[in-house]
């Protein structure tokens, strides 16, 4: 279905056409027409598959169709790094518009708080939002929730699992009750539904092809031994020596212990994990969008809400520990229908994970041989693992604690500067 059919605002319409969206994706050509009727969602649908659009495009119009001041929609995100990743979509959709909005996300040194409190405390339509930060400017008092229509949950999911469920339900206690609730998330485990249940009215269901990647994306997977893995992530690099390329680790530790190695084996590779601060992190990214570097070591933090079109490849150094992770490391490629390839490193303890992965794509992905200077390799046999693995003696997870903290650090992590304008001049002339 072209974006025309669909008759949004004709600012909209011209934003679109600037931008060369011509035809909605699956999840925009059932999202969008319902919303427009003022109806709750609930879709499940991946990073990738163009759920930004599909939320921002019709809240936009209906913004554009009102004649309301102030707040008037709140989105809600997991990470600061999707927060502004939904912001800047929306600037770009907006060009032809007035609609403003504001990211507010936890960092900063006081400066940007007090800029985005007077920024909340003024009013802009759209508010675009983590959690812990938010509920900061709410419990200040200063910002007036009566006019907010919508509400939108971004990966709700994501939310869920980094222990945000009561932050949201904080956030929702100072909207008006009357409003428009939309939930975007990668998959719909129980607890989302049972969020839905409370903070929706009689939602539509939207399910695009949940957690397939795109057909575009070449996978493999390489079976090895742990002391096997960096020394073939090298050669791989070596041997297709690719522009754009992301390899994903499960652990901080792991990451910087990677990214380390390339650098010292010459490689133009940096690392994002969240013991960088928002600015660091946003430098790497700069470095790899102007191709200053090649490749990035990341973790899980990145496999999220990062915008990079033109990924050549995706590298899992450990299998993902949740087989939706895979889907959105893998979705980092071939966006917006270009093509990508991504392979997984698959040491024996960790096969049974990846045949989970396997069961959740619905086939199997194409075992390659590990060249032969490697020496011997273990053979992938999952279902022998996993009696094995009923033998092993269960040992507390020191590191959960950790690992938990770090998740949800985001409003801890000082970040002194931030660059960006949260208003065009037209926001600024508007209020
Ligand atoms: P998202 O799933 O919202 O992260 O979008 C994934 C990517 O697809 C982004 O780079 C979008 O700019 C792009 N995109 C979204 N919708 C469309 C569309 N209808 N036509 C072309 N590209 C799109």
């Given at each position: 279905m072209k974006f025309t059919e669909i008759n949004l605002h004709e600012n909209i319409q011209e934003g679109l056409d600037a931008i060369g969206f011509e035809k909605a994706s699956p999840v925009q050509?059932?999202?969008?027409?319902?919303?427009?009727?003022?109806?709750?969602?609930?879709?499940?649908?991946?990073?990738?598959?163009?759920?930004?659009?599909?939320?921002?495009l019709p809240v936009m119009d209906k913004i554009m169709r009102s004649k309301r001041?102030?707040?008037?929609?709140?989105?809600?995100?997991?990470?600061?790094?999707?927060?502004?990743?939904?912001?800047?979509?929306?600037?770009?959709?907006?060009?032809?518009?007035?609609?403003?909005?504001?990211?507010?996300?936890?960092?900063?040194?006081?400066?940007?708080?007090?800029?985005?409190?007077?920024?909340?405390?003024?009013?802009?339509?759209?508010v675009?939002?983590?959690?812990?930060?938010?509920?900061?400017?709410?419990?200040?008092?200063?910002?007036?929730?009566?006019?907010?229509?919508?509400?939108?949950?971004?990966?709700?999911?994501?939310?869920?699992?980094?222990?945000?469920?009561?932050?949201?339900?904080?956030?929702?206690?100072?909207?008006?009750?009357?409003?428009q609730t939309l939930l975007f998330s990668a998959t719909m485990p129980v607890k989302i539904r049972q969020l839905a249940n409370q903070i929706q009215n009689k939602p539509e269901t939207i399910n695009i092809a949940v957690s397939k990647p795109p057909e575009s994306i070449r996978q493999g997977a390489y079976s090895v031994y742990n002391n096997q893995k960096s020394g073939l992530i090298k050669q791989i690099l070596k041997e297709k020596n690719l522009q754009t390329v992301v390899i994903f680790c499960s652990s901080k530790i792991s990451t910087?212990?990677?990214?380390?190695?390339?650098?010292?084996?010459?490689?133009?590779?940096?690392?994002?994990?969240?013991?960088?601060?928002?600015?660091?992190?946003?430098?790497?990214?700069?470095?790899?969008?102007?191709?200053?570097?090649?490749?990035i070591v990341a973790t899980d933090i990145l496999s999220r809400g990062i915008d990079i079109d033109n990924i050549d490849m995706v590298i899992n150094y450990d299998v993902?520990?949740?087989?939706?992770?895979?889907?959105?490391?893998?979705?980092?490629?071939?966006?917006?229908?270009?093509?990508?390839?991504?392979?997984?490193?698959?040491?024996?303890?960790?096969?049974?994970?990846?045949?989970?992965?396997?069961?959740?794509?619905?086939?199997?992905?194409?075992?390659?041989?590990?060249?032969?200077?490697?020496?011997?390799?273990?053979?992938?046999?999952?279902?022998k693992q996993k009696k094995f693995s009923k033998f092993r003696k269960k040992r507390p997870d020191k590191n959960r604690n950790n690992r938990r903290k770090s998740g949800n650090n985001q409003n801890k992590k000082p970040s002194n500067q931030r660059k960006r304008k949260h208003f065009k001049p037209s926001e600024k002339n508007k209020k």
């Open positions: 050509e059932f999202a969008i027409p319902l919303i427009l009727e003022g109806k709750d969602i609930i879709a499940s649908a991946q990073t990738g598959t163009g759920k930004t659009a599909a939320f921002l001041d102030g707040i008037q929609a709140i989105v809600i995100a997991p990470t600061r790094e999707l927060a502004i990743q939904i912001d800047q979509n929306l600037e770009g959709f907006s060009y032809f518009t007035e609609v403003g909005s504001i990211a507010v996300y936890g960092g900063g040194d006081g400066k940007p708080f007090t800029q985005e409190k007077n920024a909340l405390t003024r009013g802009t339509d759209v675009i939002c983590t959690p812990g930060r938010m509920i900061s400017h709410l419990a200040g008092g200063y910002v007036n929730c009566d006019s907010i229509t919508t509400l939108i949950l971004d990966e709700a999911d994501r939310m869920l699992d980094m222990g945000f469920f009561a932050d949201i339900m904080k956030i929702i206690s100072y909207l008006p009750k009357e409003r910087k212990e990677l990214a380390r190695e390339l650098k010292r084996a010459k490689f133009s590779a940096d690392e994002i994990h969240s013991d960088l601060d928002q600015l660091q992190r946003k430098e790497v990214l700069q470095k790899f969008r102007s191709r200053k570097i090649n490749i993902p520990h949740d087989a939706e992770d895979y889907v959105h490391r893998i979705g980092r490629t071939a966006r917006a229908a270009a093509k990508g390839e991504a392979y997984t490193l698959i040491i024996p303890k960790e096969q049974h994970k990846f045949q989970s992965i396997e069961d959740l794509l619905g086939t199997t992905v194409e075992k390659l041989d590990v060249p032969e200077e490697f020496g011997e390799t273990p053979k992938y046999e999952p279902d």
